[in-house]
């Protein structure tokens, strides 16, 4: 499978290719280096005829829409396809690149076509299917999935905060328009229509943001009602009329805590490095670290701005070539961290990272995932599957007041949750 990131690599390594074809074919289609040409689907049939006529044409669970989605297989690779009016589906393609390109959690747009069928013309988006998502309907269906309702308001705050900060007005956010991702326990919300979105460089005004939080409660008011009419609608933290004010509050919450004013003393720079700790414990990078000085320079105002939220992640991968979400990331950075200070202590001189990372690789992390393999399956990752079982070891060591071991967790893993998490997959 295409790594996320090694995608995004294709899609900054080269440049798009433009097809004019003919009858049967799109009229014209704009794709993504490294995609299928996509040239064998019945382009002359509109998608909602596609079904029985598309042996590529796959059935996956997916939110509530407007236009017709048909998801596609190319060896295993799976895309979505979005009809829409013609000219919608290349704005949304460019706003989606603009957003992978500032690291933002998006899908990821692969290409655009024009479609003439019989009298219509359409225009058609195609994105890369969002591997290991769960849209939201599934986590209310599924018992399984219960403790994960609790994060799903968390997650939109966090996500609408990620591109609130890059200048991104979404325009549309609802749950239909979020993809979820596990996340160490939590879940990571991705954006899946920007359909209404707009890109606000430099200046982003608080009154965008406002509107923003407006439409998101909204949206969410109506689907979680229609969850409720259906009878789905358990268990979740926040009652369904306060779900939208929820998610309001902890925005604000994390909007001041990352972008909030410091008046620091003129000898207190450590306190620069305990801002900057802060918000990378959050996973916020920090890009640039701005000083004023007040008051004749015995006083300074501090101000951090952040990059992105993927500072575990792109530590993790640029040591161990592991892609994993961010909390996971932590996670496993935090037993690196561990590991390193282990290993240092046992040697005359200090282990480096690098050195650290790899060790934890080959003797931690693949031994571990070599024995659970059966279990990978649908949105259960390896790295979602490492951290639950480490989880599972601190628990283990909290009750026996000892550390018990990757191993022993292991096996007391597999004894305890191994036919369960089967038997939800199969479900
Ligand atoms: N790249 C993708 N990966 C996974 N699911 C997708 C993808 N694109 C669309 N979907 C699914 O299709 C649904 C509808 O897509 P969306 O872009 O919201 O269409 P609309 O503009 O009609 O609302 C989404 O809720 C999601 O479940
Ligand atoms: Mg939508």
């Known amino acids: 499978m295409l790594s996320r990131r090694a995608a995004w690599q294709r899609i900054w390594d080269n440049r798009s290719s433009t097809i004019e ?34 042996s590529r044409l796959v059935e996956l669970p997916r939110g509530l829409s407007r236009h017709i989605v048909q998801f596609v297989n190319y060896s295993d690779e799976l895309y979505a396809l979005k009809e829409m009016r013609p000219g919608v589906a290349e704005q949304e393609f460019d706003l989606l690149l603009m957003a992978i390109e500032a690291h933002l959690p998006v899908v990821l747009p692969i290409g655009h076509a024009i479609t003439n069928t019989r009298n219509d013309q359409h225009s058609v988006l195609i994105t890369h299917y969002l591997e290991n998502s769960l849209p939201y309907r599934l986590l209310f269906m599924s018992q399984g999935f219960a403790r994960h309702r609790m994060h799903l308001l968390d997650a939109i ?26 996340d160490a326990g939590m879940l990571q919300a991705y954006l899946v229509d920007a359909e209404t979105s707009e890109f606000h460089e430099g200046y982003f005004s608080p009154t965008l943001r406002f509107h923003d939080l407006q439409i998101m409660a909204e949206n969410l008011d109506v689907e979680l009602k229609d969850l409720q009419n259906s009878g789905l609608l358990t268990d979740m933290s926040v009652p369904a009329a306060e779900a939208g004010e929820y998610i309001q509050q902890r925005y604000q919450q994390l909007w001041e805590e990352i972008t909030r004013e410091d008046i620091i003393g003129a000898n207190e720079h450590y306190r620069i490095q305990e801002r900057i700790r802060i918000l990378n414990d959050m996973g916020f990078s920090v890009g640039n670290v701005e000083l004023a000085a007040l008051e004749n320079g015995s006083r300074l105002r501090l101000r951090v701005f952040v990059t992105d939220r993927s500072f575990h992640r792109d530590q993790l991968y640029n040591l161990s070539g592991l892609d994993a979400e961010e909390m996971q990331a932590r996670k496993m950075m935090n037993e690196i961290q561990e590991l390193r200070a282990t290993l240092s202590q046992n040697s005359p001189s200090s282990t480096p990272l690098s050195v650290a990372a790899y060790h934890w690789l080959e003797n931690y992390f693949n031994p571990v995932i070599e024995r659970l393999r059966s279990l990978i399956q649908n949105d259960m990752t390896p790295a979602e599957l490492y951290c639950e079982v480490l989880e599972h ?21 597999l004894m305890r949750f191994g036919d369960f998490q089967a038997f939800r997959s199969d479900n």
């Not at 074919?25 to 029985?52: C, H, K, N, Q």
């Not at 591109?163 to 328009?177: I, M, P, T, V």
């Open 393 to 413: 070891k601190w628990f283990l060591s909290e009750r026996a007041q000892r550390d018990v071991g990757h191993q022993f967790a292991v096996e007391d893993y």
């Open 21 to 54: 074809t003919q009858m049967a074919y799109p009229a014209e289609i704009t794709l993504r280096p490294g995609a299928p040409d996509f040239l064998d689907l019945p382009w002359d049939l509109p998608l909602s005829e596609w079904v029985g006529r598309c």
């Open 157 to 182: 705050a966090g996500l609408l905060v990620q591109l609130h900060l890059s200048g991104f007005f979404w325009g549309d956010c609802s749950l239909s328009n979020t993809l979820f991702r596990r």
